[in-house]
C-alpha cells in the first residue's frame, strides 16, 4: 500500500519523464511550482533586483534624477571623507554616530529591561494576564502615533517639565529634546519603550520553556535566587538572547519613524540616524547617489547580522 | 521554595522577608506599567480636554469638563498642511489600502506556506530563505527603484487612460502602496504559513493524493479548514504593519488627498499655522491609532505570537 502511494505522491517533474504521463497530469505535476512562481519572482525582482539597482545608482552621480552612466565611486567617496569631519559634524558623521549610540544603547537597554521585567513577571505574579499586554501593547502602536504622546511628554515647555515645576520642584530642567548632543538620547528612551515589552514577552516565554525540575534541584542544593539566576538561568536563555539581538539589531538600523516622529529630525539634523540621512539625500537634496551609497551600506550592516544567523537556523532545521 | 523552608523559629523572619519581596516586585511591576501606558493616557485625557484646560492644567489630570470637540475637529477640520477637511478621508485612504494588502499577502502566504512544506522540490529551502531575507532588509536599499517603477507605470497608466478610457489602477497611489505592501510583506506571511504546515501531518495530505484529491482541493478541504490560528496571526500582524507604515506611505504617498492615516497625521501634527491645538492633535493620534488598539485588545493574544513567529526564524 505504502510504495503505491510512494509513487503516486513522488510526483515531481525528475519522474514525471515516463511514458504515458498525459499534459494535463504533467501540469499538476509543475502545479506548485506554478502556484510559487509569482511570489517567488516577485522577491527576485523586487527585492534582490532593485537592491542591485540601487547598488549601481550609487555608482552614478545621479542627483534629481537616475543617471545611468557609471562614474565611480564618488559617493562612497564622499561619505567616507564625511565619516571623519567631525568638526563641525558632517550630516553623516552625525548619523553613523547617532546609530552607533542608539544602537548600543537601545539594544543593551531593551535586553536587560526585557529580561528584568520577564524574571519579575516570572515570580507567579497575580495579574500577570493585565500587566503583560500594557507592557507590549507599544509595540502594536505606530511611532507617529505615539510619537504625538512623546514629544510632548519631552517638551519642556509642556511635558515633564512644566508638570514637575507645578508640582513644586522648580529646578527640574529637562530639555533633551531641544538640545542637539543630547536629543539621540531622547530617541532611545522612546525606542526602549516601544520595544522592551516585546523582549519581556521573548525572555518569558524563554523562562517559560526551562525545566522546572532543574531549577528545583539548584534550590535543594541551596543556591539563592540570585545565583539561580546568574547562573543557571540566564545562561540557558542563550537562543533567546540571540533572537532577541537579532530583532533589535535590525529593528535599530531600519528606525525612520522614530526619529521623524519624536524629533522631525531634532535640531539641525542632529537626530538623524542613516535611515533619515537616506531619505532625505535622496528625496530632499537631490543627491540620488550619495543616497543610494547609503542605502547600500545600511544593508550590508544587516546582511552582516543576519545571514549567518539565518544560515544557521535553517541548516539546523533541514539538518 | 517549600523544599528549603527553615525549622519554625526563623518561618516568620523568613516569611516578612517574603512580604517585602513581594511588595518589591509589585511595586516595580506597577511602576514599570505606569511608565508604559503614560503616553496613552496622556494622548487620551488630552483629547478630551479644552485648550483652556491644556495651557492651565496638568498634563496628567483627568479633563474636568470632557469635551468631544477635538475629536468632532479631528474627524472632519483638522488641517493638514493647507488642507483642512479633517483626518476622515486619510482614514478611509488607510483602510483602502490595508484590506486587499492584507487580504492577497496573506493568501499567497498560504499558497507558498502550503508548496514548501508539503510540494517540496529541490532547492525549496533556497528559495524559503531567499524570501526569508526579504523580510530584513531595510527598505531603504529598495525605496528608490520602486519610485522610478511606479512613477513609470503611472506615465503608461495616463497613456492607457488617453487611449482606452480607464486606467487599470496605474499611478493609482492606493493600488501601488497595496502592490508595495504585499510584495514585501511576502517574506512574513510565507515564513508564517511555512512554519505553521511544518507542523502539519503530511500523511493527512498523502492519504488525500491516494484518494485523487488535486492540488487546490486538498488546499481548501483540508490545509486552509486547519489554518484558523495561523491566518488570524497572519492578518493581524499584516494589518498592524501595513497600518502603522510610514516609510513607504511617505515616499510613494506622501502629499495630497491620497495619503494613508500615518503620513497626514504627521503632517496635521507637524502643521504650525496659528495656534497648536494640542487636543486635537491627540485625537487624530487616537483616531490613527485606535484601529490597531481594537485588533491588539481583542486579540492581543495572536499579535504576539505573529511577532514571536517573526522573530525566532527557521
Known amino acids: 500500500m505504502s510504495t503505491v502511494a510512494e509513487t503516486q505522491i513522488k510526483l515531481t517533474p525528475e519522474h514525471d519523464a515516463r511514458p504515458g504521463a498525459s499534459v494535463r497530469s504533467r501540469l499538476q505535476d509543475l502545479l506548485p511550482k506554478i502556484v510559487l512562481a509569482p511570489s517567488f519572482a516577485a522577491t527576485i525582482i523586487f527585492v534582490y533586483g532593485f537592491i542591485l539597482w540601487t547598488i549601481y545608482l550609487s555608482f552614478t552621480n545621479s542627483k534629481t534624477f537616475p543617471s545611468y552612466a557609471i562614474t565611480g565611486g564618488r559617493a562612497y567617496q564622499r561619505l567616507w571623507r564625511w565619516t571623519f569631519e567631525s568638526d563641525p559634524p558632517s550630516s553623516w558623521y552625525t548619523s553613523i554616530t547617532n546609530m552607533g549610540i542608539f544602537g548600543f544603547l537601545y539594544i543593551a537597554i531593551c535586553l536587560a529591561l526585557g529580561l528584568f521585567l520577564a524574571i519579575l513577571l516570572d515570580q507567579k505574579i497575580r495579574g500577570e494576564g493585565v500587566l503583560r499586554p500594557i507592557y507590549l501593547y507599544p509595540m502594536a502602536l505606530s511611532f507617529i502615533v505615539t510619537g504625538v504622546a512623546w514629544k510632548w511628554f519631552l517638551d519642556p515647555g509642556l511635558g515633564l517639565e512644566q508638570t514637575l515645576h507645578q508640582w513644586g520642584w522648580t529646578s527640574f530642567h529637562f530639555d533633551w529634546i531641544k538640545n542637539k548632543d543630547f536629543v539621540i538620547y531622547t530617541v532611545v528612551i522612546a525606542g526602549v519603550w516601544q520595544a522592551s515589552g516585546f523582549v519581556m514577552a521573548m525572555f518569558l516565554a524563554g523562562l517559560r520553556g526551562i525545566d522546572g525540575e532543574i531549577m528545583k534541584a539548584a534550590q535543594i542544593d541551596g543556591a539563592s535566587t540570585f545565583q539561580l539566576y546568574r547562573r543557571i538561568v540566564i545562561p540557558l536563555l542563550r537562543p533567546v538572547f540571540l533572537s532577541a539581538f537579532i530583532v533589535l539589531a535590525h529593528l535599530a538600523i531600519k528606525s525612520y519613524d522614530l526619529v521623524v516622529a519624536l524629533t522631525s529630525g531634532g535640531p539641525g539634523g542632529s537626530a538623524w540616524l542613516p535611515s533619515n540621512f537616506m531619505y532625505e539625500f535622496t528625496f530632499k537634496r537631490n543627491e540620488m547617489a550619495v543616497g543610494s551609497a547609503s542605502a547600500v551600506i545600511m544593508l550590508m550592516t544587516i546582511t552582516a547580522i543576519i545571514v549567518p544567523y539565518l544560515y544557521s537556523e535553517l541548516r539546523e532545521k533541514s539538518r | ?314
Not at chain 2, 506599567?33 to 492651565?56: G, H, R
Open chain 2, 1 to 314: 521554595m517549600s523544599a528549603v523552608s527553615s525549622p519554625a523559629p526563623q518561618a516568620s523572619s523568613g516569611a516578612r522577608a517574603r512580604t517585602i519581596n513581594r511588595i518589591v516586585i509589585y511595586g516595580l511591576l506597577a511602576l514599570f506599567a505606569i511608565f508604559y501606558l503614560m503616553p496613552l493616557f496622556v494622548m487620551l485625557v488630552t483629547s478630551f480636554k479644552t485648550m483652556d484646560e491644556i495651557q492651565n492644567g496638568n498634563m496628567l489630570s483627568l479633563p474636568h469638563a470632557p469635551t468631544f470637540a477635538p475629536w468632532i475637529k479631528a474627524w472632519s477640520e483638522v488641517c493638514s498642511g493647507l488642507t483642512c477637511v479633517g483626518m476622515k478621508g486619510y482614514f478611509w485612504n488607510s483602510i483602502k489600502m490595508v484590506v486587499p494588502a492584507v487580504l492577497i499577502s496573506t493568501l499567497l502566504g498560504a499558497l507558498n506556506g502550503y508548496v514548501l512544506t508539503k510540494w517540496r522540490f529541490r532547492g525549496h529551502i533556497l528559495v524559503f530563505a531567499m524570501m526569508l531575507f526579504a523580510c530584513f532588509i531595510p527598505f531603504q536599499s529598495v525605496l528608490l527603484p520602486m519610485a522610478t517603477i511606479l512613477g513609470s507605470l503611472g506615465r503608461f497608466g495616463v497613456t492607457l487612460q488617453n487611449a482606452t478610457g480607464f486606467n487599470f489602477g496605474l499611478g493609482n497611489s492606493t493600488v501601488n502602496l497595496v502592490f508595495v505592501h504585499v510584495v514585501y510583506g511576502l517574506g512574513f506571511t510565507t515564513l508564517f504559513f511555512r512554519n505553521y504546515y511544518e507542523a502539519f501531518p503530511t500523511e493527512l495530505v498523502k492519504a488525500a493524493q491516494v484518494d485523487g484529491a488535486s492540488f487546490f482541493q486538498i488546499f481548501r478541504r483540508i490545509m486552509l479548514p486547519n489554518s484558523l490560528p495561523i491566518i488570524v496571526v497572519t492578518v493581524i500582524y499584516q494589518f498592524t504593519n501595513i497600518w502603522n507604515d510610514f516609510l513607504f506611505a511617505s515616499a510613494y504617498a506622501g502629499s495630497g488627498d491620497v495619503m494613508p492615516m500615518t503620513v497626514a497625521l504627521n503632517n496635521v501634527v507637524n502643521t504650525s499655522t496659528g495656534v497648536v491645538e494640542y487636543n486635537v492633535n491627540m485625537a487624530a493620534a487616537m483616531i490613527a491609532a485606535l484601529p490597531t488598539l481594537i485588533v491588539y485588545v481583542v486579540a492581543g493574544r495572536y499579535f504576539v505570537r505573529g511577532l514571536m513567529a517573526g522573530a525566532v526564524k527557521g
